[in-house]
């Protein structure tokens, strides 16, 4: 089935660095990806809907110049927190569309990431 | 906008039915789904519906969606341990369809 890469899985960075995180899909190509984030025992919040080749869309709220997203090919989006600050550490998942696939969306497996 | 609502606790004895509740605003969402979070892990898509449709089953897991009322519900027959997670609730909707999700209920099965 349609599956999607997301690395890292953990990531540990220093306040003031930036931090990219990637999303692949595998075997299958992701013209629309979405970027979620998570904070502990909450639900998740759409950050921005990426498209292949043009600008990302960022929900109200989101900081675009901060979370820069890339979806440069039909297989990767790429997002980095730049200038990270303790306040961003959180859980993000990114997720595909994918017509074929059943329910129509893929997951990747979140990446954990805390700003010290 | 779109809005989700869920309860946020559910808890019940093993071998027990477990039925998660939740609400919806967005009356074009074609797809309502059903996904399940353990801790520290991504999504696991648990079920989906589509919104001309009343009723689901899938082995132990049973959708209903009120279109009227905008209100989805999961039953989990014969729960077990290994079912507790949160469970999120999750509306396609606007342009791109976008996942919407509820606050997740968390499920605690207990002997």
């Known amino acids: 089935g349609a599956v999607v890469s997301q690395h890292p899985s953990r990531v540990i960075c220093k306040s003031g660095t930036s931090v990219k995180i990637e999303c692949r899909s595998l075997?299958?190509?992701?013209?629309?990806m979405f970027w979620y984030r998570q904070f502990p025992k909450q639900s998740l919040m759409l950050m921005a809907t990426s498209n292949e080749g043009s600008k990302a869309t960022y929900e109200q709220g989101v900081e675009k110049d901060k979370f820069l997203i890339n979806h440069a090919s039909l297989t990767l989006s790429t997002l980095t927190v730049t200038s990270a600050h303790p306040e961003d550490s959180s859980f993000y998942i990114c997720s595909a569309r994918v017509e074929s696939a059943q329910g129509g969306y893929t997951f990747g497996s979140g990446t954990r990431l805390t700003v010290v | 906008g779109e809005d989700v609502e869920q309860s946020l606790f559910l808890s019940v004895r093993e071998g027990d039915s477990s039925v998660i509740n939740c609400t919806y605003t967005?009356?074009?969402?074609?797809?309502l789904y059903w996904y399940k979070q353990e801790p520290g892990a991504g999504l696991q898509l648990l079920t989906y519906i589509f919104s001309n449709m009343d009723m689901k089953q899938d082995q132990r897991l049973t959708v209903l969606l009120n279109k009227k009322d905008k209100h989805l519900s999961l039953r989990i027959a014969d729960t077990q341990t290994g079912d507790s997670a949160i469970y999120f609730c999750a509306e396609a909707s606007g342009g791109y369809n976008k996942l919407i999700f509820g606050a997740g209920t968390r499920l605690a099965v207990h002997p």
């Open positions: 075997d299958f190509q992701a013209t629309t």
């Open positions: 967005d009356s074009s969402s074609t797809y």
